[in-house]
Every structure is written in structure tokens, then in C-alpha cells.
């Protein structure tokens, strides 16, 4: 059974960082692409940020471009969003997903997405 289980979540003040990690088990994800969407009470889920299975290519939401950065430990099956520079408006429960089929490339559609964690939540006071 595939699992993954974000963690690291948490109340910061404005412009504090987290560090969020989804760790998989299961299956190896070292050759799919991954990656990171949030959502806030109300609101649609929306991307935030993927990789392809190498981890060498990122990609992000302009929102969090220069922010958030992804990192992905394939040895460790485990994937990373370093979130610095918080603002209020990144409030949301932050979600990571993974794609079921070998190669696949990354996407910001989350219907692409075949698992997904329970999602962790972020809280960034004013």
C-alpha cells in the first residue's frame, strides 16, 4: 500500500520559514514526477510547486518562486519544501503528491496526480 505523509507543518510568524517533508513508502517514486499543492479553507486546491523523478528540474507557483524551494532525497524516498519568507496568505494545508506511472513528467493540474499525503497544516500569523 502507497503512502505518503507530509510533516512539519506548523504556526510561524510572518516571514519565518518551515521546512515540510513527505516521506513515501510503499514504492520507490525515484522515477515519477512529485509534487507539492495547498489549500486554504475556502479556496481551490492550487500547485505550489513539482519536480521530475530526477529532482533536478523545478518548478513553482509565482507566488512562491524565490521563496519555497523543492529538494527530493530519492535514497530516502522523501521529498522537501523549505518554505522562507512566509506571508499570511500561505496559510493552507499543504498536500504532496505523486504520480503512478514510470517517467512521468511533472504538471500543475492536481487531477494528474494519482496519490496523495494527508496534507500537513501551515499557519503564518501576522
Known amino acids: 500500500q502507497v503512502q505518503l505523509v507530509e510533516s512539519g507543518g506548523g504556526l510561524v510568524q510572518a516571514g519565518g520559514s518551515l521546512r515540510l517533508s513527505c516521506a513515501v513508502s510503499g514504492r520507490t517514486f525515484s522515477s515519477t514526477a512529485m509534487g507539492w499543492f495547498r489549500q486554504a479553507p475556502g479556496k481551490e486546491r492550487e500547485f505550489v510547486a513539482a519536480?521530475?523523478?530526477?529532482?533536478?528540474?523545478?518548478y513553482y507557483a509565482d507566488s512562491v518562486k524565490g521563496r519555497f524551494t523543492l529538494s527530493r532525497d530519492n535514497a530516502k524516498n522523501t521529498m522537501y519544501l523549505q518554505m522562507n519568507s512566509l506571508k499570511p496568505e500561505d496559510t493552507a494545508v499543504y498536500l504532496c503528491?505523486?504520480?503512478?506511472?514510470?517517467?512521468?513528467?511533472?504538471?500543475?493540474?492536481?487531477?494528474?496526480?494519482?496519490?496523495w499525503g494527508q496534507g500537513t497544516q501551515v499557519t503564518v500569523s501576522s
Open positions: 503528491a505523486a504520480r503512478a506511472m514510470y517517467g512521468a513528467s511533472w504538471s500543475k493540474d492536481s487531477d494528474m496526480y494519482d496519490f
Open positions: 519536480c521530475n523523478w530526477s529532482g533536478g528540474s523545478t
